[in-house]
T-cell receptor
Framework: KNQVEQSPQSLIILEGKNCTLQ??????????LRWYKQDTGRGPVSLTI?????NTKSNGRYTATLDADTKQSSLHITASQLSDSASYIC?????????????FGRGTSLIVHP | ETGVTQTPRHLVMGMTNKKSLKCEQH?????MYWYKQSAKKPLELMFV???????ENNSVPSRFSPECPNSSHLFLHLHTLQPEDSALYLC???????????????FGPGTRLTVT
């Protein structure tokens, strides 16, 4: 069964600090891995998408990395801001197997304090 | 704003009621999706529509009935729901349905549903 595990479940940091969120998956073969940011009361918004051949992808202060061999991805947030407080969701889409339904992680809840 | 709107934003209904959720996208996309987001659980894809045709039903109980009259509108008709159906229901759209969901999906703000 395809699984996506995210850690930590929740994280509290001070404004200006960096942090890294982890995503481990079992989806294989996989086509792409996407990170979403979901603010409270809103739908998810895509931050980055990476295919199996990509190692890193940046979007402003957000940098995602991917190790397809170990089936791990991380999302690094630099110089955190209060607006970074949100849930971050890792999503992995399969490359084949009859179904293209992606597998979602439970998300990491990030709180940035002033 | 993402260009995807959902109404109502909040809904409380009894188990014997019939209600409908509405989603509208103003992005010119051809694919639309329904997701369920329960507390402490991952997002669950429910239905996928491409060019008004349903292409995926992820084993959703029949008490949830989707309708897609055109590429801009998507409905979710609800009847005889259970308390465990209480969740945030999210609608999304994308330019097309591709294998592996490589197209970015744009989500609406969701409808918070409570079944009493």
């Amino acid at each position: 069964k395809n699984q996506v595990e995210q850690s930590p479940q929740s994280l509290i940091i001070l404004e200006g600090k960096n942090c890294t969120l982890q995503c481990n998956y079992t989806v294989s073969p996989f086509s792409n891995l996407r990170w979403y940011k979901q603010d409270t009361g809103r739908g998810p918004v895509s931050l980055t998408i990476m295919t199996f051949s990509e190692n890193t992808k940046s979007n402003g202060r957000y940098t995602a990395t991917l190790d397809a061999d170990t089936k791990q991805s991380s999302l690094h947030i630099t110089a955190s801001q209060l607006s970074d407080s949100a849930s971050y969701i890792c999503v992995v889409s399969p490359a084949s197997g009859g179904s293209y339904i992606p597998t979602f992680g439970r998300g990491t809840s990030l709180i940035v304090h002033p | 704003e993402t260009g995807v709107t959902q109404t109502p934003r909040h809904l409380v209904m009894g188990m014997t009621n019939k209600k409908s959720l509405k989603c509208e996208q103003h992005l010119g996309h051809n694919a639309m999706y329904w997701y369920k987001q329960s507390a402490k659980k991952p997002l669950e894809l429910m239905f996928v529509y491409n060019f008004k045709e349903q292409t995926e039903n992820n084993s959703v109980p029949s008490r949830f009935s989707p309708e897609c009259p055109n590429s801009s509108h998507l409905f979710l008709h609800l009847h005889t729901l259970q308390p465990e159906d209480s969740a945030l229901y999210l609608c999304a759209s994308s330019p097309d349905v591709s294998l592996a969901f490589s197209y970015e999906q744009y989500f609406g703000p969701g409808t918070r549903l409570t079944v009493t």
